[in-house]
């Protein structure tokens, strides 16, 4: 048996006193996870401790010296490896059992001579063993009533609990399985999940009524047995050293600077009922028909650093919070950082592929679905434990979150499943890749400078692309100041019949200016047409958008070139005649009225 343990003694008297439904409160007393020996039973005195400092409560080395020596209790630090301690460490090696220790488990630990514990935080799992080799004739016989009351104390809230019951020994294995048989789930709903085994120790033969525990227990009784350093040396990996997750806090602080950028250029300021397809395509979504077929591939990258409302953004920064920490914790800072673009690419291309050409896809919840299943793979760096069930723990409530809102799709703002999908399996893959290269020695992964390379490309190639998404984002304003197509007869006939929708709905738009001038020249309110005329002159930037543009001016210096006439001020006209003169559409009129000459 390994040494530091210690196993109850072969004392009849201590036996007896052990298979009685409720031992005595004196006994609980000296029991905490692992059995101490059972000196209270077999010597006068009670031993003392101090809870307040042990939870464990063992006997003060004085007492159990005393007992040992007088009633001759063989403690089992020295004594030779059994079946059960072999299986102990089975248990503890390959499914992150530990030597239980909460004081709330003594009861169903004085039922064993070892019960081991492995707690994720959802659920509480129990391996109770009973060593009928160190004590022969030991059996389990708590019944099924009192083992459910058992695990009823143990559970936590509406969590579940696990106890499984292994007896270890040469009795006849036929038998104790029809005895242990009933120890099982009572019911579908039942949160109790209630297992039991029997390994007979002459023959090696293994009996469950759990099929995961068959094959556990027949692959631990055939293996070579195994001490606590080899666990030790096995359990072994290298962590680095704890320091603030600041390459998480710098994405988040990222992502709130361009949520902030995206508010202040769009006019509407659409922070909580989120940013339309043609504004989020200006400030860099991604779309297969401006990726692919307009070669803008910069928008694989910046589509995870866009969201589409205030919602979207925060629900996003909880899952990096929560998840970012987590795996910096791991891989550092740097590898972080190149998780996120890596992870941000390949959801950005499933989203794509899946998508239709036209759909606007924005949001970081790809890169964090990356990050999420970087954690899952990392988490099988570190053996069945504590630290294993941790990092499971927090990839799921990243994950969370993150599914509430995700990626953003915007024709009709929908949530972007194939994003999630994307970068998942760009996280997985990728993480799979870095184990087979990272030693259990190594607290951070190898190959530092690759990653640091993947993250300068990144600014690299935004940086390099920023002038071309800054062109496609005024050209897209330009758009967005006309008015639309769908409704222009309704305007052009509101501004004829003397009404200004046109020009207070969309005052950057040329056209309105020039219907609402023509109402006003019939009207003869020359003054106040030719205003609008040279409103409509000062839009230089705006004429760009349409298919002729050319044409569109020349018509508003024809506005304004009637506007001067009609007022006698015919020798202010000279600038805006070679336009007027050589329009196909307007010079025949001009020179039939003799201003061409």
């Keep these: 048996m390994p040494k530091g343990s210690a196993r109850s003694s072969p004392d009849p008297g201590a036996h007896s006193l052990l298979h009685q439904p409720h031992p005595p409160a004196s006994v609980f007393g000296l029991y905490c996870g692992r059995r101490q020996s059972m000196i209270s039973v077999s010597c006068g005195p009670r031993p003392t401790c ?152 002459t023959t090696g033969r293994v009996w469950a009524n759990n099929k995961i525990w068959q094959r556990f227990l027949t692959r631990a009784v055939a293996a070579a047995p195994l001490t606590e350093a080899e666990i030790e040396a096995r359990r072994h990996v290298a962590m680095p050293s704890p320091r603030p997750p600041w390459a998480t806090y710098g994405l988040m602080a990222v992502l709130v600077a361009v949520f902030v950028v995206q508010i202040w250029l769009d006019p509407a300021r659409r922070i909580f009922t989120g940013f339309d397809g043609a504004t989020l395509a200006a400030m860099g979504g991604s779309a297969r028909m401006l990726v692919v077929e307009s070669g803008q591939w910069l928008r694989l990258l910046t589509a995870a650093f866009l969201h589409l409302s205030l919602i979207h953004l925060a629900f996003n ?68 434990g504590p630290v294993r069930s941790r990092m499971m723990t927090g990839s799921l409530y990243m994950l969370v979150p993150t599914l509430m809102t995700g990626n953003q799709a915007r024709d009709g703002s929908i949530v972007d499943f194939a994003a999630h999908l994307g970068g998942a399996l760009t996280g997985i893959a990728f993480a799979a890749l870095m184990l087979r290269f990272w030693s259990r020695d190594e607290p951070l992964p190898p190959m530092r400078r690759a990653a640091i390379g993947v993250v300068a490309a990144a600014l690299a190639v935004v940086v390099i692309g920023a002038p071309s998404l800054q062109r496609e984002y005024r050209a897209v304003m330009l758009v967005r100041a006309l008015a639309p197509n769908t409704i222009l007869p309704t305007l052009r006939l509101d501004a004829y019949a003397g009404g200004e929708r046109f020009t207070t709905e969309y005052p950057r738009d040329p056209r309105g200016h020039i219907y609402v001038g023509d109402y006003l020249v019939e009207q003869k309110r020359f003054a106040e047409a030719e205003r609008e005329a040279r409103k409509a002159l000062a839009l230089d930037d705006v004429y760009a958008a349409f298919e002729a543009p050319k044409e569109l001016h020349t018509a508003a210096e024809a506005l304004l070139v009637a506007v001067l006439i009609a007022q006698g001020r015919r020798d202010q006209i000279a600038p805006y005649l070679p336009d007027i003169c050589g329009s196909p559409n307007i010079g025949p009129k001009a020179r039939a009225e003799g201003l061409c000459n």
Excluded at 62 to 67: I, K, L, N, V
Excluded at 82 to 99: N, P, Q, W
Excluded at 162 to 181: F, I, K, M, Y
Excluded at 360 to 374: D, K, L, P, Q
């Design 50 to 201: 101090n809870r307040a400092l042990n939870a464990r409560c063992r006997p003060r080395p004085s007492d159990a010296m005393t007992a040992s020596e007088g009633d001759g209790v063989a403690m089992a630090d020295d004594a030779e490896q059994t079946l059960a301690d072999k299986i102990a460490l089975r248990c503890r090696l390959e499914m992150g059992y530990v030597r239980c220790e909460d004081a709330d488990a003594a009861p169903l630990a004085a039922r064993f001579d070892e019960l081991l514990v492995a707690d994720d935080g959802l659920t509480r799992s129990f391996v109770g063993l009973v060593d009928g080799d160190r004590h022969p004739g030991k059996q389990f016989t708590t019944s099924l009533y009192e083992l459910q009351l058992l695990a009823d104390d143990l559970r936590r809230g509406s969590h579940p609990v696990r106890v499984h019951v292994v007896e270890v020994g040469p009795t006849a294995l036929d038998e104790r399985a029809a005895s242990l048989a009933p120890f099982r789930r009572a019911h579908i709903f039942d949160r109790r999940f209630l297992s039991a085994s029997v390994v007979e120790s």
């Design 317 to 384: 920064l909880i899952a990096l919070y929560i998840g970012g920490k987590a795996l910096e914790r791991v891989v550092g800072g740097v590898w972080t950082l190149a998780i996120y673009v890596i992870g941000a690419i390949g959801a950005s291309l499933i989203s794509m592929v899946f998508n239709p050409p036209n759909v606007v896809g924005v949001g970081a919840s790809g890169a964090i679905m990356a990050e999420a299943g970087s954690l899952v793979v990392m988490a099988f760096r570190f053996p069945p």
